[in-house]
């Protein structure tokens, strides 16, 4: 800085440098600021013109639907009372009444064209009584076999023996789930449409109330082991279950497979809104697999369950013999194998 350079005359010199400097950029972004607007300008107008040709398009399809579809014509469209209203809503005349008759056109012109295409209105296909005989015919072997895979594969586990007692808990017997296997058959696969909907939903519900059944099953005491009251020996070895029905290991949840309504019901919630309403069908589908399900429980024999466990008081010669004690069973494959094939009476 020069001496004789006073501080009030470098301010005056910056001020007027920040002052030409903001001019010069105000200048610039008022430039670009109208460059944008026109360009804005521009893409709106452009976008008018399509609109107004997009709403000529449709007054005339809706006006060659309104010709096609005359009182008592297979065109005529089904939502001509919501039509009428559209128009009563716009205002009688002018410009609001004349968008209600577009829309009404428009409405028309969709009807028409869905009516044409053979759709009737509706993308969904009718649930027919061929589907129905096509369903029963591709669900019975499906079902059948997959219980009969189950069957292969379900056993007993954790069985707490006392003396000649069996006891298990719910969750006592495990299995495979029936769905995957349902589905995946070949009856079920060759389906199409609504027919392959309802079939699917018929093994998620079957699968589901199966489930249910088979997660609470209990063996309440039954005595399956009648020489482990006396045994001769410090522990007994494994030793096969004295045959019973697989309708005596209680299950709370069995209404849900030998129930009708029940069954019914878990149909109905796996199929869809357009399927769920063909109540008669669901029914007569529940009814059958409800009794099968009663009459398959009755008839097989759960057998094979092989007990052991030791004999706490065995103490010869005094003490010769002595009850098992906290015996369990060896949780194998098998313990249903025996069972009959499970048949779905749906006719």
Known sequence: MKPNLRPTRISKHAA????????????????????????????????SNAFEKAGGAASKAGGAAKTAGGPGSPLTPAWNNDIAKTI????????????GAAQA??????????????GGGSS???????????????????????????????????????????????????????????RSHAKIQALTGPAREMANGIAEAFSDSFYLWQDAVTVPGLPWYPAFAAYPGPAAP???????????????????????????????QALPASLSSKTDFINRVAGGLAISATTWLASA???????F????????????VGPV????????????????????LIF
């Open 105 to 118: 056109e428009n409405w028309m012109a969709v009807e028409l064209m869905s009516s044409l295409a053979g």
């Open 238 to 268: 494994p030793m096969p279950n004295v045959p019973a029905p697989l309708v005596t290991c209680v299950s709370s949840k069995s209404s849900k497979l030998v129930l009708p309504s029940e069954l019914a019901s878990t149909i109905t």
């Open 16 to 47: 007027e440098f920040a002052g030409a400097a903001s001019k010069s950029i105000a200048k610039q972004a008022a430039q670009q600021s109208s460059g944008a607007a026109s360009m804005a300008t521009k893409v709106a107008s452009a976008a």
């Open 301 to 307: 024999q759960v057998m094979l369950v092989m007990g």
């Open 309 to 320: 466990g030791p004999v706490p008081s065995f103490a010869p010669p005094y003490v010769p």
């Open 325 to 344: 004690i906290n015996g369990t069973n060896i949780a194998a494959p098998g313990h249903l194998a025996t069972a009959p094939q499970f048949n779905p």
């Open 88 to 99: 009563g809503k716009a205002g009688g005349t002018g410009k609001k009444s004349s968008v």
């Open 124 to 182: 969904q296909p009718a649930f027919t009584a061929a589907d129905e005989t096509a369903v029963i015919e591709a669900i019975k072997p499906a079902i059948k076999s997959a219980v009969d895979l189950w069957k292969s594969t379900a056993h007993f586990t954790d069985l707490k023996i006392m003396a000649v007692s069996a006891i298990g808990t719910p969750g006592c017997l495990d299995g495979m789930s029936l769905e995957p296997h349902i």
